[in-house]
């Protein structure tokens, strides 16, 4: 006889439905001031979208800025933290383990502590000083513990291990077992650091506002700007625009994320 799946109790529901409103709350509020002629006011002060309109003729160019420079990250993670993982997850010596503690130092250290170590070791350096690609390290400098962590994991499995055991049996090259075997099994590890590099680069902002210039400004150095406007309706319409650029990638791969754990997570 088949049982039908209980029903939480109504306790829970009533639980669940209260946490749902008190986390879209504030979020919902933002948006409203983002979109009304005077947010004092509210809704009767009718809606509008010159607010959009001016934070994006004075803040969108940090919209791509902060796009690149998360993807980049995303592939920098990616190309530097795999070796890593690989190497940390076959390694049994002591140097390794003091390698994998020292990686995570950056997430430890505050993000100011970071930039300001960057800014002394590679601050006479102008040209790079100025540039995009030094916010670029400190972004990867922050983010990559989190893919190498992740990947690791996925690599320290068992049934991994014995079947790269068996291949190299076989007579499979490294490369063969790395590209064959090992990528396509933990694709939706790498998926899921992506997606922790990519929202931890775009939404960073202590290290990036140490690190950055007038030319290179991101989307939350961007919005701390709108916020000191004073204007409460600016900082909600940039708040508006973050979450129009962000989400839509978010549940892009959240999606392909799924996809990857129903194919490979067997």
């Known amino acids: 006889m088949l049982s039908h799946p209980q029903r939480p109790a ?18 919902l509020v933002s948006v409203m001031a983002g979109l009304v002629n005077n947010y004092r006011i509210g809704l009767k002060s009718g809606l509008t979208l010159k607010w959009l309109e001016q934070v994006w003729a004075n803040y969108g160019g940090t919209v791509w800025l902060s796009l690149q420079l998360a993807l980049l990250c995303v592939l920098a ?14 390694s049994r010596s002591r140097l390794a383990r003091s ?7 950056p997430v430890a250290v505050p993000g100011m502590a970071s930039a300001l170590a960057l800014l002394l070791a590679y601050g006479s350096l102008q ?9 670029l390290v400190g972004h990867i400098v922050f983010t ?3 893919m190498v962590r992740t990947t690791t994991a996925a690599l320290q499995k068992r049934s991994l291990v014995d079947l790269e055991e068996a ?10 077992i790395f590209f ?3 990528l396509p099994a933990i ?14 680069s775009l939404g960073e902002f202590n290290l990036t506002w140490m690190l950055h210039t007038p030319l290179t400004r991101t989307l939350p150095v961007g919005l701390a700007d709108s916020y000191a406007s004073m204007r409460i309706e600016v900082g909600s319409a940039y708040t508006l625009i973050f979450m129009l650029v962000i989400l839509p990638v978010l549940w892009a791969l959240q999606a392909l994320a799924r996809l990857l754990e129903k194919q490979y997570g067997n």
């Open 10 to 27: 109504p306790l829970l529901l009533a639980l669940t439905g209260l946490t749902i409103l008190f986390l879209l709350g504030p979020i």
């Open 180 to 182: 064959g075997i090992l």
């Open 77 to 90: 993670a990616i190309v530097l933290g795999l070796p890593c993982a690989y190497a940390l997850s076959r």
């Open 187 to 200: 694709l939706p590890a790498v998926v899921a650091g992506s997606l922790m590099v990519f929202t931890l």
């Open 144 to 146: 990559l513990p989190f």
């Open 167 to 176: 291949a190299r049996s076989l007579g499979a090259s490294f490369t063969q």
């Open 127 to 135: 040209g790079f000083r100025q540039s995009f690609w030094f916010i």
């Open 99 to 105: 390698f994998e503690e020292l990686l995570t130092l």
